[in-house]
């Protein structure tokens, strides 16, 4: 049996500029988000040190900061993770 599609909202703060100067950043979040999406879609938005992101995935809580903790590089320094609010 295959758990339920769980939406989520995550905020991720670090040393990086634009998306376009920092590839090496983004291709990292990229790839962490890639092992922890269902559907390998998500929506987000970028700016100067945030990304913010909407992820739908079949993972706990738990286990998506687990991978977050463990995967992401050091330059995104802080992140919140919370379930996304039906409204």
């Known amino acids: ?3 339920r599609i769980k939406k989520y909202l995550l905020f991720m ?3 990086w500029g634009t998306v376009e100067k920092n590839s090496k950043i983004m291709m990292n ?3 962490v988000m890639d092992t922890i999406v269902s559907h390998h ?3 987000f ?3 100067e040190r945030i990304i ?3 992820v739908n995935s079949r993972m706990d809580f738990d ?3 687990g991978i977050l903790k463990e995967f992401l590089l050091k330059e995104v320094s802080t ?3 919370m379930p996304k609010p039906r409204k």
Request: proline share 0%.
């Open 1 to 3: 049996m295959q758990s």
């Open 13 to 15: 703060f670090g040393q």
């Open 29 to 31: 979040i990229k790839d």
């Open 41 to 43: 879609e998500f929506s």
């Open 45 to 47: 938005v970028t700016g």
């Open 52 to 54: 913010i992101m909407q």
């Open 63 to 65: 286990e998506i900061d």
């Open 79 to 81: 992140y919140f993770l």
